[in-house]
């Protein structure tokens, strides 16, 4: 059985090497939908694949971390990164393009640490996430499951790669729970 989860959020980026000008020559933003969905074969003693109260506190916090942020990838030109964390309070530093195909991989390897590291206490089977769908507009997204985030010829997806700017990890209601996940998690390639 699936179940489906929305959050969403407002960001911006360039994404250089696309095949359009405006697109990897000129920020812009969008308005984001991150459907995330978690499968089990059981269910738990609520007779719940997943309790979505559990989603609101670091699952929450790691998406909402996109929203009214530059996304930056760590390999695009040193003086416009600087630039845009100097001139931005909300930033997030990101080992790949930001892509909704890449945001979707870097959203799923965020989440399922998360997943991963969170006691279950109430009888929760083998919940596990099954895929995570990012809308980037109204007509396109991008949709990814484990074995894509796992696909070295998408390009390397390591969470000790990922930097969130101060003002955001201050906002969250575990400031040390991405150090913690960063510890926890392998690179994916």
Known sequence: MLIR???KFENAHIVRG?????CSHSL???SYKVELLL???ALDNGQMIYDFGLLKAEVRDMIDAFDHSVALWREDD???LASMRRHSERWVMIPVSPSAEQFCRLIFALVDAVLESTPMHNGEADVRLYSVIVHETDTGYAQCFREDVDNPRMGLI???LVEFAPAIVAQWSDPDCFERLKGRARPVH
């Not at 696309?18 to 405006?22: A, D, I, V």
């Open 5 to 7: 989860k929305l959050f």
């Open 28 to 30: 812009h933003g969008h």
């Open 18 to 22: 696309c095949s359009t000008r405006r």
């Open 158 to 160: 390591d969470l000790s």
């Open 39 to 41: 499968h089990a074969d």
């Open 78 to 80: 040193a003086d416009y």
